[in-house]
C-alpha cells in the first residue's frame, strides 16, 4: 500500500521537528519510515494515523543519527589507512619523498624549531582545510555542510591531524626536537595523513557531486 502525498509530508513535518542535523539521515529516516507505515497498513490493515504512531515507538531519530556518524567515522578512518597505504606505490611515492624533503627543510633552516613546529602544523592543516572553503560555501546545490557523510569525514580527519599535533607539541616535542631523525620521521607521517586526508576529501567531494547529478 502506497502512501499518499500528503501522509508522505506529515512523516516530513515530524522528521523535520526532530534533532536531526543532516539531508542524508533525514532522507534515509523518511524511506525507513515510509516503508515500516506501509509494511504495518498492508499486513494489519490498520489506518495510517495509527500504523505512524506504531512504527515511531521502535525508532529513534537520534539514535540512528548516532549510529550513522559511528559508521561514516569508522569508515573514514579505514579509507584514510587505504590512502596511506598508496602513498608506497610507485605512483605516489613522490609524496611521500615531499613530505620528508619538508621535513628535511623544517629542521635544517629553522632558527627557533619549536617555534616553527608550533606554526607549521596547523598551518598546514588549515591550508588543506580551506581548499574545501570556497566550493563548500559556494556550491549551494551539494549542500556538503548538511551532508552526514562529508562533516564525518571532514571531523575525522582535520580533528584528528588537530589533537595528534596538539598532543606532541605537549608531550614530545622536546624529545623529538633532541633527536632530528626522529622529527624527521615525525614530520613525515604527519604530512602524509594530511595529504591523504585532502586526497580522501576530495574524493569525497566528487562522490558527493555524483550523487546531486
Known amino acids: 500500500m502506497k502512501l499518499a502525498h500528503y501522509q ?35 499486513t494489519k490493515e490498520i489506518k495510517f494515523i495509527d500504523a505512524l504512531s506504531k512504527v515511531l515507538t ?10 550513522k556518524l559511528k559508521v561514516e567515522h569508522i ?7 587505504s590512502e596511506l597505504k598508496a602513498f608506497v606505490s610507485t605512483k605516489k611515492v613522490i609524496f611521500t619523498l615531499a613530505a620528508t624533503a619538508i621535513s628535511y627543510a623544517v629542521i635544517r633552516f629553522s632558527v627557533d624549531l619549536e617555534e616553527a613546529m ?16 570556497i566550493p563548500t560555501v559556494s556550491n549551494r546545490a551539494l549542500r556538503p555542510l548538511k551532508n552526514a557523510y562529508f562533516i564525518s569525514r571532514l571531523n575525522t ?10 598532543i606532541i607539541n605537549l608531550l614530545a616535542l ?29 574524493k569525497t567531494m566528487l562522490k558527493l557531486k555524483a550523487r546531486v547529478a
Open 8 to 42: 508522505i509530508e506529515h512523516i516530513k513535518e515530524y522528521i523535520d521537528r526532530q534533532n536531526i542535523w543532516y539531508d542524508d539521515i533525514k532522507d534515509e529516516l523518511l524511506d525507513h519510515l515510509i516503508c515500516a507505515v506501509e509494511a504495518e497498513m498492508e
Open 58 to 67: 521502535e525508532v529513534n531519530p537520534n539514535e540512528l543519527q548516532r549510529q
Open 75 to 81: 569508515q573514514t578512518f579505514k579509507d584514510l589507512a
Open 118 to 133: 608550533k606554526v607549521f602544523q596547523p598551518a598546514m592543516i588549515l591550508a588543506l582545510m580551506l581548499s574545501f572553503a
Open 157 to 166: 580527519i582535520y580533528t584528528s591531524a588537530f589533537l595528534a599535533s596538539s
Open 174 to 202: 622536546d624529545w623529538l626536537i633532541a633527536y632530528p631523525k626522529a622529527l624527521i620521521i615525525y614530520i613525515t607521517i604527519f604530512i602524509c595523513f594530511v595529504i591523504a586526508g585532502f586526497l580522501l576529501m576530495n
